[in-house]
């Protein structure tokens, strides 16, 4: 109940009216904002190759021998230690912005290049 009682009446502080001054202490934690994440362009040729990887790592696992609890374990853990060095050589690390732009592909890089290189505004 301390967190809540971090208020201080402060009597000598009175005003002309009945009022009396209060402070109160709050505690502001300190969080990790994430400025940088792994991401894949949804639609793009890495997307395709991501999926494609993991269907076939999942498609070449040897399930015969599954037998028991830990044998089930074991298949799990290597598809998700195998999923997760697919998604690492098929994604690449941005930054987080206000300014982030999800939607921009490699056609919008085009575009802009043939605008720019003509300055005409049907470009």
Same mark, same amino acid.
């Given at each position: 109940? $301390? /967190? +809540?009682? %971090?208020? *201080?009446?402060?009597?000598?502080? =009175?005003?002309? #009216?009945?009022?009396?001054?209060?402070?109160?202490?709050?505690?502001?934690?300190?969080?990790?904002?994430?400025?940088?994440? =792994?991401?894949?362009?949804?639609?793009?040729?890495?997307?395709?190759?991501?999926?494609? $990887? *993991?269907?076939? +790592?999942?498609?070449?696992? !040897?399930?015969?021998?599954?037998? !028991?609890?830990?044998?089930?374990?074991?298949?799990?853990? /290597?598809?998700?230690? %195998?999923? $997760?060095?697919?998604?690492?050589?098929?994604?690449?690390?941005?930054?987080?912005?206000?300014? +982030?732009?999800?939607?921009?592909?490699?056609?919008?890089?085009?575009?802009?290049?043939?605008? =720019?290189?003509? =300055?005409? #505004?049907?470009?």
């Amino acid at each position: 109940m $301390d /967190e +809540l009682n %971090n208020h *201080v009446i402060h009597l000598k502080w =009175r005003l002309s #009216l009945n009022h009396t001054p209060l402070t109160v202490k709050i505690s502001i934690l300190e969080e990790y904002i994430q400025t940088r994440k =792994r991401t894949i362009v949804k639609g793009s040729e890495e997307e395709f190759k991501l999926i494609t $990887d *993991v269907t076939n +790592l999942i498609k070449s696992l !040897n399930t015969i021998h599954i037998s !028991n609890k830990k044998d089930l374990e074991c298949i799990v853990q /290597e598809i998700m230690h %195998n999923t $997760d060095k697919i998604w690492f050589k098929h994604s690449k690390m941005v930054n987080i912005t206000k300014h +982030l732009k999800l939607w921009w592909n490699k056609n919008c890089k085009r575009y802009l290049e043939i605008y =720019r290189a003509s =300055r005409q #505004l049907e470009n």
